[in-house]
């Protein structure tokens, strides 16, 4: 039992005669846009491995077929900041342009939803993002956070103002 609604928290994608949304408990469905009728789904929990957060799963899916290539969510606060969250694209859609389309999307969205800066927590691995996040403007700030768990991750902070 959730505490919340358990439908879309972010923008669909529409694609032709198919709309992709994830819902909130992290179902991602493919749906016919003018009838409603499920054309295929997946379940992040179950076929991903990853559990739902406490505030519930939001992303908006980036799709290539029946594959979900990549997610990209921002999560608001009670200020003027909100934190980019779930950033992912496939290995094999890396080097294309895509993974900087979907952090302009978010910019964009955060910007619209009245958010003036974005925090971005990023494991300190992933360098190839530390790149792409520093080509789009945004700082690094010096703080790190360890989150532990089976992988042992400790991120790095940036952050990104947005133009009004």
Known sequence: MFSYAVGPRATPTVDGDRVYVVGATGRLLCLNVETGALIWEKDYIADYGTSVPTWGVASSPLVDGDRLIGSVAF?????????????????????????????????????????????????????????LYRGLAAKETGQKRYLGGRNEVTEIHFQKELDP
Do not use: M, Q
């Open 75 to 131: 999560r608001s606060g009670e200020t003027d900041h909100a934190e980019l969250k779930r950033v992912f694209l496939d290995p094999e859609y890396r080097g294309r342009g895509l993974g900087k389309k979907l952090s302009l999307w978010a910019f964009d969205a955060a910007r619209e939803a009245g958010i003036a800066v974005l925090d971005i927590w990023s494991d300190t691995l992933f360098e190839t993002a530390h790149h």
